[in-house]
């Protein structure tokens, strides 16, 4: 029987098939260090994990309004104002099954057949594909390393008189490399989707993780930014609940209410026991457990900074925000006649190490490396894929 042409239109999300594959060859018995995952290492904080048992308890097992329960929306509103700075009312934010939808039930709203989205490179692996899915048109703008892998005041303009945009998807600090935009680039860009009418949907899920006196800026703040922008969260990864499946987004009221509306058709409302452990979450300051987790990253994002540039033909930016390394590896290409897909298929059946290609990424000659993973497998890690480059010349594959 037919199905729709859709599916051969998109790709499955690469850092997810390579976690699955890690997955699969530890069920057949091989040894893998995974650092593919882009979900911390963490349990779910104990208080927030007896929330949801007690939502059970307490009867949170039916439906709720499409955008959430009240009180759960107005404790995304509370978080939004006590972490961020943001101030939301509660009929302004919509609870969503993740931060993932709540991006691609954004771009339904945003969009019409054919309107381009800008998207920064590198990006993160699902936002092309969304677009496709909401029958919008990627526009790509490489960044450059030696720019911090953010984009130029030149290159904005530039791409804003070349293109009608209606959209444009920002991620910062970004998902694969950690860059985060600074104010006065915040409002070039403001200023240009002010001046065209150009929505801005702003991926700020890594916005609680932050390194040294890097600050989490929205261009919700911008002056003018508030009314174009969608600022879109979730409790993933400053909260470590990737498998609760619970996001959110703040936006004008319209825009709320009519992804709230399509929310209503496609899952009728996030999950609701889900949305327990959320109120927790959202409603009460956790800086404390969330400090913990991020003291833990601190610490692995100085090793990798120590160790992976004394890796031959490794090139690396130290990441703002989030829990990734992004180095370049062209060099170690180049020698073997790899690309970085290469790269990481043979980083896995050789050594047992699970990598992301930066090609996943819309920037092929590099990697993705997540320090979501214990010190010991990040020292095991590195000490393999040391070894293994110097190979590269000659000699054999380092065994455990």
Not at 73 to 92: H, I, N, P, T, V
């Amino acid at each position: 029987m037919r199905i729709s042409n859709l599916p051969g239109q998109i790709s499955e999300s690469k850092t997810l098939a390579i976690t699955a594959l890690a997955a699969r060859m530890r069920a057949e018995g091989r040894e893998v260090i995974s650092l593919s995952a882009g979900e911390p290492d963490f349990a779910t904080p104990a208080v927030i994990r007896q929330a949801g048992i007690r939502a059970i308890e307490e009867g949170w097992t039916r439906y709720t309004p499409a955008a959430g329960k009240p009180e759960v929306r107005q404790a995304a509103a509370e978080s939004l104002q006590r972490d961020f700075g943001l101030q939301y009312k509660a009929e302004e934010i919509c609870i969503t099954a993740g931060t993932k939808p709540a991006i691609y039930q954004s771009l339904l709203v945003l969009l019409n057949p054919g309107d381009k989205v800008l998207i920064f490179a590198p990006y993160w692996v699902s936002y092309p594909d969304l677009v496709h899915m909401a029958s919008g048109v990627p526009v790509i703008q490489k960044t450059e390393e030696k720019n911090g892998f953010l984009p130029t005041k030149e290159e904005l303009e530039k791409v804003f008189a070349e293109h009608d945009l209606r959209c444009v998807i920002l991620n910062s600090p970004c998902n694969p490399t950690g860059a985060a935009w600074p104010p006065e680039l915040l409002e070039t860009l403001v200023q240009l989707c002010l001046a065209k009418e150009t929505w801005i949907l702003s991926d700020e899920i890594y916005g609680q993780i932050l390194y040294g006196n890097t600050l989490h800026v929205s261009p919700a703040e911008i002056r003018g930014g508030r009314k174009l922008t969608v600022v879109l969260n979730g409790l993933s990864k400053a909260y470590s609940m990737t498998g609760w499946r619970l996001g959110y987004l703040a936006a004008p009221k319209e825009v709320t209410q009519a992804v709230a509306k399509i929310q209503s058709q496609m899952i009728g409302n996030p999950c609701t026991i889900s949305q327990g452990a959320a109120l927790e979450a959202l409603g009460k300051d956790h800086s404390k457990e969330r400090g913990e987790m991020l003291a833990a990253f601190q610490e692995r994002r100085r090793f990798l900074l120590d160790r992976l540039p004394s890796i031959e033909g490794f090139s690396l930016r130290a990441p703002a925000g989030a829990f990734y390394m992004f180095p370049g590896i062209q060099p170690l290409l180049d020698r073997k006649g790899w690309d970085d897909e290469g790269f990481c298929m043979e980083a896995l059946e050789e050594l047992g190490v699970a990598l992301v290609p930066g090609s996943a990424f819309g920037f092929p000659g590099h990697i993705r490396l997540s320090f979501a993973a214990s010190m010991e497998d990040l020292k095991m890690a590195v000490d393999l894929l040391q070894a293994w480059t110097r190979t590269f010349g000659g000699g054999g594959t380092p065994k455990r």
